[in-house]
C-alpha cells in the first residue's frame, strides 16, 4: 500500500529555511506528481506547489514563488520541499501528497511541524 | 479568499441528514475535475472521506456521500454523529497558472 513518511518536526529562527523530505513506498515513485500543502494553526489548507518527480519540472503557487524549491531524489523515492527566508507566517503543518489521477485517490504523509520562531 | 467557497459553519441534530456546500467556477469544478472531501478533527491530519466525486475510501462509512453538478459539489452526512463533528475541506483542481489544486476554506461541523 501507498505510504508517504515525512521528516520531523522543525524549530527555526526568521530568516532561515527549512527542508522537509516525504519519502514514498508502494507505488511507482515516478508515476505520480507530489504536491505540497501546509495549514498554519487554526487555519484551512493552502496549495504550495507540485513537482513532477520523472522530469523534475515544478509549478509553484505565486505566493511562494522565488521562496520555494522542490527536489526530489529518485533513486531513494524522496521528494523534498525547501522553503527560505522564513517568517512567523510560516508557522504551519507542511504535507506532502501524492497526487492522483481521474477517479483515483491521493495519499497525505503524516506532516511536518515547522515552527518558526525568535 | 478560498478559490472553492464553503459556508463557515454548519450545525445539525444528531441523526439529522446535513449537507456542506462546495462552490467553483468553470477553471475547476466547472471544468469537470474530481473533487475530493476532507474531514479533520482537531490536532489532526486531513483524513479522505470523498474522491472522484462520489467515492468513498475503504473504512469511511456509508453515511457520507458525495455529488457534483455543474461548478459545485455537496457532502452529505446522513444519520449526523456527534462523532462527525469536525472540519470539513473540498478539494479539485484548477487549470489556470500551470494547473494548480485548489481548496475550500473549511465548514465547521457542530451538533446542535
Known amino acids: 500500500q501507498v505510504h508517504l513518511v515525512q521528516s520531523g518536526a522543525e524549530v527555526k529562527k526568521p530568516g532561515a529555511s527549512v527542508k522537509v523530505s516525504c519519502k514514498a513506498s508502494?507505488?511507482?515513485?515516478?508515476?505520480?506528481?507530489m504536491h505540497w500543502v501546509r495549514q498554519a494553526p487554526g487555519q484551512g489548507l493552502e496549495w504550495m506547489g507540485w513537482?513532477?518527480?520523472?522530469?523534475?519540472?515544478?509549478n509553484f503557487a505565486q505566493k511562494f514563488q522565488g521562496r520555494v524549491t522542490m527536489t526530489r531524489d529518485t533513486s531513494i523515492s524522496t521528494a523534498y520541499m525547501e522553503l527560505s527566508r522564513l517568517t512567523s507566517d510560516d508557522t504551519a503543518v507542511y504535507y506532502c501528497?501524492?497526487?492522483?489521477?481521474?477517479?483515483?485517490?491521493?495519499?497525505w504523509g503524516q506532516g511536518t511541524l515547522v515552527t518558526v520562531s525568535s | 479568499q478560498s478559490v472553492l467557497t464553503q459556508p463557515p459553519s454548519v450545525s445539525g441534530a444528531p441523526g439529522q441528514r446535513v449537507t456542506i456546500s462546495c462552490t467553483g467556477s468553470s477553471s475547476n469544478i466547472g471544468a469537470g475535475y474530481d473533487v475530493n472531501w476532507y474531514q479533520q478533527l482537531p490536532g489532526t491530519a486531513p483524513k479522505l472521506l470523498i474522491y472522484g466525486n462520489s467515492n468513498r475510501p475503504s473504512g469511511v462509512p456509508d453515511r457520507f456521500s458525495g455529488s457534483k453538478s455543474g461548478t459545485s459539489a455537496s457532502l452529505a452526512i446522513t444519520g449526523f454523529q456527534a462523532e462527525d463533528e469536525a472540519d470539513y475541506y473540498c478539494?479539485?483542481?484548477?487549470?489556470?497558472?500551470?494547473?494548480?489544486?485548489?481548496f475550500g476554506g473549511g465548514t465547521k461541523l457542530t451538533v446542535l
Open positions: 478539494h479539485s483542481y484548477d487549470n489556470r497558472l500551470g494547473g494548480s489544486w485548489v
Open positions: 513537482i513532477n518527480p520523472n522530469s523534475g519540472g515544478t
Open positions: 508502494g507505488y511507482t515513485f515516478i508515476a505520480y506528481y
Open positions: 501528497v501524492r497526487s492522483y489521477t481521474t477517479g483515483e485517490r491521493n495519499y
